[in-house]
């Protein structure tokens, strides 16, 4: 019987500091040992993947920028999902016109960014950055693909967040999610990470009978709901613990290897908070 965990990264298996506990590492070893295929399907660029050592030598695939990219075990793209040129311009000029600070992430790399080494960025800074930027440049570049783009707004500003949502509620080629408070994350309606669990197995011809997913973030909702069992951390938003099977602890107590430590006590107790049993 084949049985997949597909893992969040950020606010999941990474703590605060962006870092992965050895608990945690034990605890992937583990669901490989026991014969689970462990995907890493998380809202990050490749590159911002791999720079952890942890990860990069578990030789898992990896779904990237929220099911955009899938990689195989051995590094191969086994598909990308784009936004089309004529959509992308059309949200940028929306974006621009509200004021909010704008990442593009593309075959070409990311501008003027990508997410990570912006979290503990300043206003100013993070202003800096965006004004700088040369976007026209972005579409002169051969063969473009271009994967998504953030909305990104500093925490003082989040009902800007809510009104980018409102302003694309009509751009129906598009999925719109949030990984933090502060951001939108638009990607192509084809990429997103319960999709992509699902795509993994037909591009494969590895059907799964069970599928754990754990996550924290809206950018989760679609794999948490294609998920047999649906893991929210216990610091998810409510209304993601609200549709979770289970809730496990917060990122920075080690909230994912408690799940998968626990994980026959899991599938017993649907819809409640995983008695303390350490």
Do not use: W
């Not at 069992?229 to 080690?254: F, P, W, Y």
Request: with cysteine.
């Amino acid at each position: 019987m084949m049985k997949c965990f597909s893992i969040d990264l950020d606010g999941t298996l990474l703590n605060s500091q962006h870092e992965i506990s050895e608990r945690s590492i034990a605890a992937l070893n583990e669901l490989q040992e026991k014969g689970y295929e462990v995907i890493i399907n998380t809202g990050r660029a490749y590159k911002d993947v791999i720079k952890f050592e942890e990860i990069k030598n578990l030789n898992v695939p990896i779904f990237c920028i929220n099911g955009s990219i899938l990689y195989s075990k051995s590094n191969e793209v086994l598909y990308e999902a784009t936004i089309a040129i004529s959509s992308y311009k059309n949200i940028f000029t929306i974006l621009k016109n509200m004021g909010v600070g704008i990442l593009v992430y593309t075959n070409h790399g990311n501008f003027p960014s990508s997410l990570p080494p912006l979290h503990q960025k300043s206003k100013e800074e993070l202003d800096a950055i965006f004004r700088q930027c040369n976007y026209d440049a972005i579409l002169q570049m051969d063969n473009l693909k271009i994967y998504k783009l953030i909305a990104l707004v500093d925490y003082s500003q989040l009902n800007k967040i809510k009104e980018v949502r409102k302003a694309l509620a009509s751009q129906l080629d598009i999925s719109v999610a949030s990984s933090f408070p502060n951001n939108l994350e638009i990607t192509s309606n084809e990429a997103q990470k319960g999709k992509a669990i699902l795509r993994y197995q037909q591009i494969m011809n590895r059907p799964f009978d069970e599928i754990y997913a754990i996550g924290d973030g809206d950018n989760d909702l679609s794999q948490l709901e294609v998920a047999t069992t649906s893991i929210a951390m216990g610091n998810a938003s409510s209304h993601i613990q609200d549709i979770a099977d289970i809730v496990t602890k917060k990122n920075d107590e080690d909230g994912f290897a408690y799940a998968v430590e626990n994980l026959l006590q899991l599938k017993n107790n649907k819809n409640n908070y995983i008695p303390n049993l350490l």
